[in-house]
Structure formats: C-alpha cells, structure tokens
C-alpha cells in the first residue's frame, strides 16, 4: 500500500529471539522516515529460542501488539492483512533458514495481489560463519540489509558469483548503536573503573574454555581489588538466546570463588556500557556497540584468532589483546579506517546511515501498479535437494504451502496447552543444558 504523508506507516516484525527482537524492532523504526509515525506489530516465532517476558523486557523495545505464532499462523495472518490492515513494510528478522520458508510462504500468499509489503531483512550483528549459506537464504527480499561497508561488498560479491542480483544489497548500521560517548576514566572519589566482560552463548563451546576466561576474568578482579569487575549475561538459565548456551557462566561460577568486586549482571547492553571503562570479550557484537561509543575495547587472543571464535573478524581493528597484556595494564587504540569500514561512526554521521535504506523503502512503496513477486535464488530448479528440507521445517511443502498437520491454531491457546508447551520447552533446555553435555563426556571417555 503506498504510503502517505496523513497516514501511519503499518509495519511488522517476524523474530525469533529476544536479540532478533530487538534488531527487527528496531530497524523497523530506523528504516522508516523520521517524522513518520510507526505502527508496529510484532509476531514471535515459536521455537526453542522464543524469548520469556523477562528477556522481552530487558530488551525494552515496544510494540503496538505482540503475540506468538508458528510460521503458518503467521502466513494466515499476513493473508488476512488487507485494505486499512495491510502492512508497508515487513522485517523478518530470522534465522536464514526461517528467512527462506518466509519468502516461499509469502510468495504463495501474495502470489494473486497487486500490492504487498516491501520484505527487508539482514543480520543482528556480525556475519563471520556460513556467509554463502546465510546470505542465500536471505536472498529474494526487496532489502537485504548489510551493517557496514565492509559487508555490503562481500554480500554483492556472493550474490554476483552465483548469478543472483545484488540489488536488494543496502548499506546501514546496526540499528541499536547509540548511547553517550565515553567520557573517559572516573576520578578518585568517583564509581569504581569498571571492566566488563561480554559474554557469549555459543563461543567459546567447551567447558574447558569457559572455565578459563572465567578464571581470567576472577583473577583480574582480584589483581585489581579497586576495580569493579562485571560479567554481562546474555539470559537467564532455562531461557535460551539466538545461540543455545550448554554450559552458562552461572554453573561454572558456582565452583570458583570469586571476590567483592566481581559479580554477575543482567539487562540492556547500552545501561550497562554507560558504566563501562573498559570492554572486554571474545567476538561479541558488544564490542562494536562500545567502539561506536569510544569506550576502550579489547578482543581476546587467548585461546586464538580463529574462524571458529569469530575474534577473526577484528583482524586489523587493533583491539586484540590477551588476558596477560589487560593485566599488566595494556589499553587497545583501535584503527579509526577499520572501525569505519564496520559501520561504527565513532565520530558522527550515524543517523544518515539509514538514508539508503529509508529512500528505496519509500521508492518501493510509490512504485506505479505495485511490486514484482518475490523471487528468491532457491527453487526447486536451483536447489532441489536443499530447499524442500528448510521449507519442511517450518510445516511448509515445497510450494510453500502448508503441509497436512501442520500447527496452525487460530486461537490462543487454553491454559493446559500453555502448561505443557512450557514444559516441553523446559524439558528441551533442561535436555540442552545439563544431560546432552553429560552424554558428551560419556561419549569421550
């Protein structure tokens, strides 16, 4: 529906995670015009990494409505979203996998009308594994959203190798980047010189690991008992995150005997940056969040700079260190051309960053008699043997129509339904977290 100055552009976002959440939500809002008012209705994709209320929360980004669905409810949904109740724009912010059942569904959906939703999707943050796999799931969106420059390039290269268009490519920014610039180290009569680790679900995977930079992180707290030393949690045991955590730092704390000034912490990443004098983590997206502020950041070397880590992605950012160089005092000076080339404006110029992105959403949506089909370089010509397989995943036949069976309530559920589907998640974690490591360690003896 093309947008106008009198009227609210209507906008959905289909995540999840609580941190796809909070990425679509929020580029929602950044991609569409400034003075614009924003209509925002979130749909959470039921899964394994459907976020609590409690992650909801932390996130602290809002919606107009909000309510869970499996991936044919929404297809139903956005069938029903005509006339005054269509939508503008549509922001999937899912995995690649659940990105390409979407645009097949969508595809099936849509397929007989003259006008849809512009599709914009992308990444929540850095993009160092599977880029061939993820980028061409994505593909078949109107935008498909690149965080910096740096990966803007690589996603039309690998668009253009395998003779798919590279149009829908946009340079941004990752839209959560923001807060006060650090304001330097505080005084004497000040709050304590805080370092803050960053912690991650996924990397680094095994216990011997964790237990290390755990360790690190305790033995810095207590070489420097002035310090306030602050380990940054992503959730809560039992909640699970875009990664599945197997062994969360809350476990393994348990058997170490930290001192006073180290504690774990919950909550906004940018609250907790407002405190932070120094950053310190193995390849999360936290670091360009702290660079974009100025605040001294470091990624790890300890356990190597490898593909499997993601602390390769910093190669050349200056801001590698070990445990042993930030004990003995060393602060990192991060290289301002590769900090740029991230999409982190370290010294202005983030707010025009979704200029691009904001013109051809608002060019889509005034194009004359609508927009094309969806047209995603999967099919069954080009991927006959991989593509039926994603699509079964989300209950979805290769046409992208729903398969017999497949869950498609059109009411919320009753209350016995909400009591075992939690229990069946928290028996699902509770597999994930404590019996399957178990089985492993069987498996290695």
């Keep these: 529906m093309p947008a106008s100055a009198t009227k609210a552009l209507r906008v959905a976002v289909l995540a999840d995670s609580d941190t796809r959440w909070k990425w679509g939500a929020l580029t929602a809002t950044r991609v569409c015009p400034p003075d614009t008012e924003i209509h925002l209705d979130g749909y959470l994709l039921r899964g394994r990494a459907t976020p609590t209320a409690r992650q909801l929360q932390e996130v602290g980004v809002s919606a107009d409505s909000l309510r869970e669905v499996t991936a044919v409810e929404f297809l139903r949904a956005m069938a029903g979203a005509r006339g005054e109740d269509s939508y503008d724009v549509l922001v999937l912010a899912l995995v690649g996998g659940g990105v390409q059942a979407m645009l097949h569904g969508l595809g099936r959906v849509w397929q007989h009308d003259a006008e849809r ?62 807060g006060a610039a650090y304001a330097g180290e505080p005084g004497r009569d000040d709050r304590p010189y805080t370092v803050v680790f960053a912690a991650q679900p996924s990397v680094p995977d095994s216990r011997r690991d964790r237990t290390y930079l755990l360790e690190r992180l305790i033995g810095h707290a207590r070489l420097h008992p002035e310090r306030e030393v602050l380990l940054k949690l992503r959730s809560k045991p039992g909640e699970h995150t875009t990664h599945i955590e197997e062994l969360p730092y809350q476990k393994l704390v348990q058997r170490a005997d930290p001192p006073a000034n180290f504690r774990l912490v919950y909550g906004h990443m940018g609250e907790v940056l407002d405190r932070t004098d120094l950053l310190v983590t193995v390849s999360s997206t936290a670091a360009l969040e702290s660079l974009h502020r100025r605040i001294p950041t470091v990624v790890l070397t300890d356990l190597g700079v490898r593909e499997a880590l993601g602390n390769h992605h910093f190669v050349g950012s200056g801001c590698l260190a070990s445990w042993d160089q930030l004990d003995a005092g060393h602060r990192p000076a991060p290289d301002p051309e590769w900090v740029a080339r991230q999409g982190v404006a370290a010294d202005g110029g983030y707010e025009t960053a979704f200029d691009e992105a904001r013109g051809r959403i608002a060019a889509l949506l005034s194009r004359p008699g609508g927009l094309p089909p969806l047209a995603p370089y999967y099919t069954l010509v080009t991927a006959p043997g991989y593509l039926p397989g994603i699509l079964a995943r989300h209950h979805l036949a290769p046409d992208g129509t729903p398969l017999p069976g497949a869950p498609a309530a059109d009411r919320a559920p009753g209350p016995v339904r909400q009591v075992v589907r939690r229990a069946a998640r928290g028996a699902y974690r509770h597999g994930v977290q404590r019996v399957a490591p178990v089985i492993r360690r069987m498996g290695e003896l």
């Design 117 to 178: 939703p512009v599709v914009v999707t992308g990444y929540v943050g850095v993009v160092y594994e599977k880029l061939a796999d993820g980028l061409l799931l994505r593909h078949g969106a109107d935008l498909v959203l690149a965080n910096s420059r740096q990966d803007a390039d690589r996603f039309r290269a690998v668009y253009e190798g395998v003779g798919a268009d590279a149009a829908a490519v946009t340079e941004v920014a990752l839209p959560f980047l923001g």
